[in-house]
């Protein structure tokens, strides 16, 4: 038998709480009579948010950055699997003090294009680039390929810390693997133990395992494993952080940690983001890059983008016509 249903009868109608006019949780709340004139005009704000109101869309608050520098150009690249071209002439800045998101369907190119940022692209069988991807004005296909990847880290859509310790997945990163195996000096923990701190700082994580750096780093949870990830893409300090869908996995607590995160580190890391998530979007990107079908439709400040798109099919997008 399903369990009985029980109704509660309303007494009378029912009032609007505000939270504090100051913000502070322990003063009384305003109380609206909803049969009030004010009650017509007050707007109901989101509780416990980190976000501003910037031209009708949320961001997080934060100031805008002081000083910016370009640190990657790519100008009119093509990027194709076999005979089948998947990104086409697009040519995008990408600068330090600022986070450039790239948005747009599925298939529309963006995490290929990501990818080819670091080279990633090459490993696929098949996979072409015309066009120029510069990294401080010189061309990634001549840096060696790890030296580039040490520079331009990137952080994937899943979680991927190594089994070991937490200690020893950031001190992976930093240990002289790239050099000659007769020339390789292993460095002690207590060369690394500073810089391994620090990578942890600046990923927001120390503060959680500062108690057991010898715990293992499977153990920790997925929003923790994917700041791990970050940390150890941080050590070897790049110039240029990219993230897949670093959210797309993580409960909406690890994704506002993880948010706030990546704007804090847009002062001293070019950082490029792919997400499906609009909202995300808007919280964190300074810049947005639409692509379809390959093609970028349109590139801009995020708040000109969301709010006032120039092509059809971005506000077709963005209001969520397709995709």
């Known amino acids: 038998m399903p369990p009985p249903v029980r109704r509660i009868a309303p007494t009378g109608r029912p009032t ?3 939270p504090p006019s100051n913000g502070n949780r322990h003063d009384s709340p305003t109380v609206i009579d909803p049969d009030s004139a004010d009650a017509l005009t007050t707007p109901i704000p989101a509780l416990l948010s980190p976000s501003t109101e910037t031209d009708g869309h949320r961001r997080l608050g934060r100031p805008p950055s002081t000083e910016t520098l370009e640190r990657m150009r790519i100008e009119s ?7 089948r071209w998947v990104v086409r002439d697009v040519s995008l800045p990408v600068r330090r003090g600022e986070v450039l998101a790239l948005i747009g369907a599925s298939g529309s190119g963006k995490t290929t294009l990501l990818r080819s940022l670091n080279r990633l692209t090459e490993v696929t069988a098949g996979a072409a680039r015309a066009g120029r991807i510069t990294l401080d004005g010189r061309e990634i296909g001549e840096i060696e390929v790890n030296s580039l990847r040490r520079r331009v880290s990137m952080v994937f859509q899943q979680p991927n810390p190594f089994p070991m310790s937490v200690r020893e997945n950031v001190a992976y990163a930093l240990r002289e693997e790239h050099a000659p195996r007769r020339a390789r000096k ?6 690394l133990e500073p810089a391994v701190i620090d990578a942890l700082r600046r ?13 293992p780093a499977l153990r ?5 494993q994917q700041r791990l990830c970050i940390a150890r893409a941080l050590a070897v300090e790049p110039e240029v952080l990219l993230l897949d869908e670093p959210c797309s996995a993580l409960d ?3 994704t506002a940690t993880i948010e706030q995160l990546i704007v804090g580190l847009r002062e001293s890391v070019a950082i490029v983001i792919v997400t499906h998530n609009l909202q995300q979007a808007m919280r964190v990107a300074d810049h947005v890059a639409f692509m379809h079908l390959g093609e970028l439709v349109e590139y801009g400040p995020s708040t000109q983008l969301f709010d006032r798109p120039r092509e059809q099919r971005t506000r077709d997008y963005v209001s969520g016509a397709f995709g």
């Open 16 to 18: 609007v709480v505000m």
């Open 186 to 191: 292993r460095r002690s923990r207590a060369d």
């Open 203 to 215: 990923a927001g994580l120390y503060e959680e395992v500062a108690g057991d750096l010898d715990h």
């Open 252 to 254: 909406p607590i690890s």
């Open 220 to 224: 920790l949870s997925g929003g923790q």
């Open 77 to 83: 690249v093509w990027l194709a699997y076999g005979e």
